[in-house]
């Protein structure tokens, strides 16, 4: 087993408390205890579905010039990851069984390892909770947890809603949401009714995040389709075989829903009187960033076929739909793409956050660079509109793998219509896809998704974090039909890192806060936060790569209250774990 150091800093507020300079316009040592521990179906009407996936999973048009060495390796059975998803509610398709995949990494135990939840649809076991045992390998603790059930599992959100100092989990379900509290040692308790977040819609992507910067965590869920069986349609493919609809079809958008933490344990839904209940769409990704640096935290959704939505955070708990002025709500050519996925941080190190949406096969993602005032779309200038569009992509992020500073891509491919080979063993199954960042430019890395010999699957989310804790990214890729992957990052001489675990007052993720690594020459952006990807929460921790640098010269820490910590000379390969403390 790697033996790992972490740092634990605590800063008294009452004496490095400083507050940050005021957001420019939208239009633009410390006592330390050493610790040590051993995606969617927003595809074309049936007649139009040829031209839209007949080069899709084409892996041959996606192959560099260059074959690279593996960058993961499986192992979910040999590290104790038994996990089959399996979603089938009828003979013939039926919308929601297309769509599912979701989990989340969470330290429910606060013991520096990344745990893991994965959401069950139709298949046998219900929601399963996975402790890490160390180095990550797991075993599965669902039994007497308070997690045990079985709901139609969509989506995950992660957070200390209850300001304890534990990390709490919501579930969007098709059918009831439900949240659980973390009662510590091991146990959660079901608080739905209590809390008031039971909607019983097609919930898919959710997250918490302080809306209105009172200090607790708000809730958002977005809300898929107003589907039930009996407007359930009959869709063929090009063979003439049975397949599911996209969500045109139905015609029955809805709206999202927006909780307010009221303090005391319960929330109450100010969708309307928010604004955010005005518009409705197929909301299947969400990530909520502040992306106009005004100090509010505002929302971005993915919908599936219909153009996207921008919230952006008016104060006092008002959102304004912008994202056609705002250049994010289409591509270029004014086509609302298939949104499933989302990911969101700062590509180009300029600061603030950018954005990319995954899409449809035979749609390329889209990629917007946030310019201060508004969003640019760089697809093609960023090598990602011919790499894409082969695909149907669901659970992505930018991630480092390689620490070399500069975030790299990785999507989880599937379809939502079958392909025209009638003897396929799964008609859905997408190889996935992984590219290399070079600032805001990317290349494909070969083999696909970045694994030797890897058989394609019908990929649904991606859970982001490092698992075994030796500084090195891993993913964890939720499949239909088929058992959940563990790819442990293997990337050969991978540059050196640094994580950092920012805590608030309480001891749980500051969600929100920003981190800034000054490295010299250029300045890496990142935030606490566990959104982003499809209907997946990630390792709360901020990671990041520097390549052969041995120290950071300068970390600036700012928590979502405006309380600001400089360090100096911090020296790479360790996690860092940082925690303001009450007076």
Not at 117 to 133: K, P, S, Y
Not at 280 to 295: H, K, P, S
Not at 389 to 413: K, M, P, S, V
Request: aromatic letters at 8%.
């Amino acid at each position: 087993m790697m033996i790992m150091i972490i740092m634990i800093i605590r800063i008294s507020m009452k004496n490095m408390k400083a507050k940050m300079n005021a957001c420019q316009p939208f239009l633009r040592s410390l006592p330390a205890a050493l610790i040590l521990i051993g995606s969617g179906c927003g595809e074309p009407e049936p007649e139009s579905r040829a031209s839209a996936t007949k080069d899709a999973g084409s892996a041959s048009a996606m192959t560099p010039k260059t074959e690279m060495p593996a960058w993961f390796e499986e192992d979910a059975l040999g590290r104790g990851l038994r996990f089959r998803l399996e979603a089938k509610l009828a003979e013939a398709p039926r919308l929601p069984e297309i769509v599912p995949g979701g989990g989340a990494a969470l330290d429910f135990d606060d013991d520096g390892w990344m745990d893991l939840v994965l959401l069950q649809a139709t298949g046998e076991g219900g929601r399963r909770l996975f402790r890490n045992v160390g180095d990550g390998r797991f075993q599965d603790v669902t039994n007497g947890s308070g997690l045990e059930g079985a709901d139609f599992g969509m989506g995950a959100a992660t957070g200390d809603y209850d300001r304890d100092g534990d990390v709490d989990l919501f579930v969007s379900n098709f059918g009831p949401d439900r949240l659980f509290r973390n009662e510590g040692g091991g146990r959660f308790t079901d608080v739905t009714s209590i809390a008031g977040v039971g909607h019983p819609g097609f919930g898919a992507s959710a997250t918490f995040f302080d809306a209105d910067a009172d200090g607790d965590l708000d809730l958002f869920v977005t809300n898929y389709v107003d589907w039930s069986e009996p407007i359930e349609l009959e869709c063929r493919n090009r063979t003439g075989r049975l397949d599911y609809c996209p969500p045109a079809r139905y015609d029955a958008p809805t709206s999202d829903v927006l909780h307010r933490n009221n303090g005391d344990g319960t929330f109450t839904d100010v969708s309307i009187e928010s604004g955010i209940g005005g518009s409705q769409g197929t909301g299947l990704g969400v990530v909520a960033r502040d992306f106009n640096g005004d100090g509010m935290l505002d929302v971005f959704v993915a919908n599936d076929g219909m153009p996207d939505h921008l919230w952006m955070n008016q104060g006092n708990l008002r959102f304004e739909e912008q994202a056609m002025r705002l250049g994010c709500d289409r591509d270029l050519s004014g086509a609302a793409k298939a949104g499933m996925g989302v990911s969101s941080e700062d590509v180009d190190d300029d600061g603030d956050p950018d954005l990319i949406v995954c899409n449809l096969g035979g749609e390329s993602d889209s990629f917007y660079l946030n310019d201060g005032s508004r969003f640019l779309d760089a697809t093609n200038r960023a090598g990602l509109g011919s790499a894409s569009r082969h695909f149907t992509r669901f659970g992505l992020g930018f991630i480092d793998f390689d620490n070399d500073g500069r975030l790299d891509l990785y999507a989880a491919n599937g379809r939502v219509g079958a392909s025209d080979a009638t003897d396929a063993a799964d008609p859905y199954a997408e190889p996935d896809l992984l590219l290399k960042g070079d600032g805001a430019r990317f290349q494909v890395v070969a083999p696909a998704g970045g694994v030797v010999s890897a058989p394609a699957r019908t990929s649904r989310g991606a859970i982001f974090a490092d698992f075994d804790n030796d500084g090195g990214q891993d993913v964890v890729v939720q499949d239909l039909n088929a058992t959940a992957r563990l790819l442990l990052n293997v990337v050969p001489d991978r540059g050196n890192w640094l994580t950092l675990d920012v805590r608030d007052p309480t001891g749980a993720p500051a969600l929100g806060a920003r981190v800034r690594f000054e490295l010299g020459d250029r300045t890496l952006t990142r935030w606490v936060r566990t959104d982003s990807s499809y209907l997946t929460a990630q390792d709360h921790r901020v990671h990041a790569g520097l390549g052969d640098r041995r120290v950071v010269p300068e970390i600036e820490v700012v928590w979502p209250d405006g309380s600001v910590r400089r360090f100096q000379d911090v020296e790479a390969g360790r996690i860092l774990k940082i925690q303001l403390e009450e007076d």
